[in-house]
């Protein structure tokens, strides 16, 4: 693939009445090939997890109450251990599932994921809105501080949530 | 009940009086007494707020008796925002690859027998 092969960019934007992290992307490819790349457990493995990732399926479930484990061994050798549950699901236009980076410091956070699939044209257009139930409090800070806040966390922060708007 | 750092951090944030004294912190130190005004609440109420603020590490108070003045400590923030950017990026990234996958699979079949040479 050459850089130039797409023009697609995930937007993120925030929603402070539902707590949600929104992602949304275009695909050039039709629903069903999106929704199989995203569910099937043999190619989860050639998307899922950062640029230069190797991600190991260990575990995959996709019923309603089925739990899902994914490894995502980095450049650096450091193994990232991810794992949920699947909550619903209605191929191909709908799943939704927690998400949990499974490792210490972070395991107590699950956000909710729904992914929602719809095409136009031949394209698919997806939405990912990742809930979690602590986020909120974060905006809530964040918001209330941003008007005169001096303390260089206010900072980061705003400048973090900006990228996400 | 005490489980890690992060966790302590969400857990003081639920709190909406909590989230308005850290927003006046930002703009500077203040007294008990000041952060209180605009609450109508107690002295020891806000106290209260401040301790758990405090045990979370968000608050800290002056050594000085006298005037117990409190400020923000930013460093648990920080290990929130590492998170949610941590989280942001690694959406980002997945769906890049799944983008340049979805291409790749599209792509015609390479002709893989000898006569394509």
């Known amino acids: 693939m050459t850089a130039a092969a797409s023009a697609n960019k995930t937007v993120f934007t925030t929603d402070a009445t539902t707590n949600e992290l929104i992602a949304e992307r275009w695909f050039d490819a039709p629903r069903d090939l999106v929704w199989a790349a995203m569910t099937d457990p043999e190619r989860i493995p050639h998307w899922w997890g950062r640029h230069g990732d190797v991600t190991t399926v260990v575990e995959h479930d996709p019923r309603v109450g089925g739990t899902w484990r994914y490894v995502s061994r980095g450049p650096d050798g450091i193994e990232h251990p991810f794992k949920g549950e699947f909550l619903e699901i209605d191929p191909p236009r709908r799943a939704v599932q927690t998400f949990c980076y499974d490792v210490d410091g972070f395991r107590d956070f699950v956000s909710v994921t729904t992914l929602e699939l719809t095409e136009e044209g031949g394209r698919t257009r997806l939405l990912d809105r990742n809930r979690f139930a602590t986020a909120e409090q974060l905006a809530g800070a964040v918001a209330s501080g941003m008007e005169k806040g001096q303390a260089e966390t206010y900072e980061r922060l705003e400048a973090e949530l900006a990228t996400m708007r | ?117």
Request: charged share 30%; with cysteine; hydrophobic share 40%.
């Open chain 2, 1 to 117: 009940m005490q489980t890690d750092p992060l966790s302590a951090t969400f857990a003081a944030l639920a709190d909406p009086t909590r989230r308005a004294i850290l927003a006046r912190l930002a703009t500077g130190e203040a007294t008990v007494t000041e952060l209180a005004a605009p609450f109508s609440m107690s002295l020891p109420g806000v106290s209260k707020h401040l301790k758990v603020l405090e045990v979370a590490g968000l608050v800290s108070k002056d050594r000085d008796a006298q005037w117990r003045r409190c400020r923000l400590e930013p460093a648990p923030l920080r290990d929130l925002a590492t998170w949610l950017e941590f989280y942001r990026r690694f959406l980002d990234e997945s769906f890049d690859r799944l983008d340049d996958y979805l291409n790749a699979l599209q792509q015609p079949k390479e002709p893989t027998d000898d006569r394509s040479r």
